[in-house]
């Protein structure tokens, strides 16, 4: 039985870092073992046969304020600088997302545009992001009827087709991660570090695991492999209720069925990515060759249909994050805070709805709490 020092289930974010840091900075062994056939998670990517880098689990922008991470990842990655810019589709018109003062003047007359701008910042000031919930709940009737508007032809349809819940039954750090924005900035990001890996998220991916103390098994599933290795930590990035047999019961995950399509024209739509908050079945399109400038007769893109996730069918992508299922995954976590040398980490085994920004926070929080430890 061969022997390591830490044991790293999934290879995706959480699951890399943490190896880069235990090889790198402890010197110590460290298996990372993934059921999938690649490294990286979702955020893996590939270089199609037309020259475009696809983002297999839809598109990926990283941005941090941090510049410990951005530092961090920058070791392994040489950076192509992207500002994200968004398109909804409302009433017909592809208006800036998340919905701001630009959006306000492209659906509603000047004269009324203005009226709405100048209540808007006279109730919240300039430069604000302000939660759609919190604007439903102003007493004015003007910002009243916007706030409904925006609600409704922003929100309420893509939050429906995102979760099959309306906004009201979610927790607020879902609703409220896009928020409207009393600004002229039109980009979906605000943060001072925002970029692709010009090499993409695969290649960096290889460059943190290349490490001699790290060894990489993929199609390897955790339940298999205790019978062949022994460790002395244990790193779960995986769903926390499976470690547990699901003992409490399941928690539930929205999944994405995604439909990857090439079309034989340079160009098809105005931005990286267009919202349908109101038509089609699918909440986006993604189109690729905008994220590293690629130049192709063709374009490759990406449609998104949310579904629930179903074991053997899909992934779990994204925790469906209310009261109920906090209640279900607090017992979870509670037995998981007796088990020693035992860390549950990521979206899956924090059961948080995290990005890549906070999923790099996560594991390097972890780190150091080890480090603190020996």
């Not at 070791?75 to 017909?92: A, E, R, S």
């Not at 003007?142 to 609600?151: R, T, V």
């Not at 930590?233 to 990857?260: C, Q, V």
């Not at 906090?326 to 979206?347: E, L």
Request: aromatic letters at 16%; glycine letters at 6%.
């Amino acid at each position: 039985m061969k022997k390591y020092k830490n044991l790293v289930v999934g290879c995706g974010l959480s699951g890399a870092v943490m190896a880069n840091k235990l090889a790198n900075e402890l010197g110590e062994t460290v298996l990372v073992i993934d059921r999938k056939k690649h490294i990286a998670g979702t955020c893996y990517d590939y270089k199609n046969e037309y020259g475009i880098t696809v983002h297999q689990y839809g598109p990926h922008i990283f941005r941090t304020n941090s510049k410990e991470i951005w530092d961090f990842l920058s070791q392994y990655t040489q950076w192509y600088p992207f500002m994200h810019k968004v398109l909804g589709l409302i009433d017909g018109i592809e208006v800036p997302i998340p919905f701001n003062l630009n959006s306000l003047y492209k659906v509603f007359p000047p004269q009324m545009a203005a009226g709405l701008e100048a209540k808007l910042i006279a109730a919240f000031g300039f430069n604000k992001k302000i939660p759609i919930l919190q604007l439903r709940g102003t007493q004015d009737k003007d910002l009243h009827f916007l706030a409904e508007y925006i609600y409704t032809k922003v929100f309420l349809g893509y939050t429906l087709k995102q979760w099959d819940y309306t906004p009201e039954q979610l927790d607020p750090s879902v609703t409220g991660s896009v928020p409207v924005y009393i600004s002229r900035d039109d980009r979906y990001f605000q943060e001072k570090y925002q970029a692709i890996p010009r090499q993409g998220y695969t290649k960096m991916f290889e460059n943190m695991l290349h490490h001699p103390n790290i060894e990489v098994r993929l199609e390897t599933d955790f339940a298999d492999i205790q019978k062949e290795v022994s460790y002395e930590r244990l790193i779960y990035t995986g769903a926390i209720e499976e470690f547990f047999n699901y003992k409490y019961g399941k928690l539930p995950y929205r999944s994405l069925d995604i439909k990857i399509e090439t079309f034989d024209t340079e160009k098809f739509q105005n931005a990286p990515v267009v919202n349908y908050p109101e038509n089609y079945d699918f909440t986006r399109i993604a189109e690729y060759k905008y994220f590293l400038n690629e130049k192709s007769p063709k374009t490759t893109l990406s449609f998104e249909y949310p579904e629930n996730f179903e074991e053997g069918k899909n992934d779990r992508i994204y925790p469906i994050l209310n009261e109920a299922n906090q209640a279900v995954y607090d017992r979870y976590a509670a037995d998981a805070k007796t088990m020693p040398n035992t860390y549950f980490i990521g979206r899956l085994g924090a059961y948080r709805y995290y990005d890549m920004n906070r999923t790099i926070a996560n594991a390097l929080e972890t780190f150091k709490l080890i480090k603190n430890k020996r």
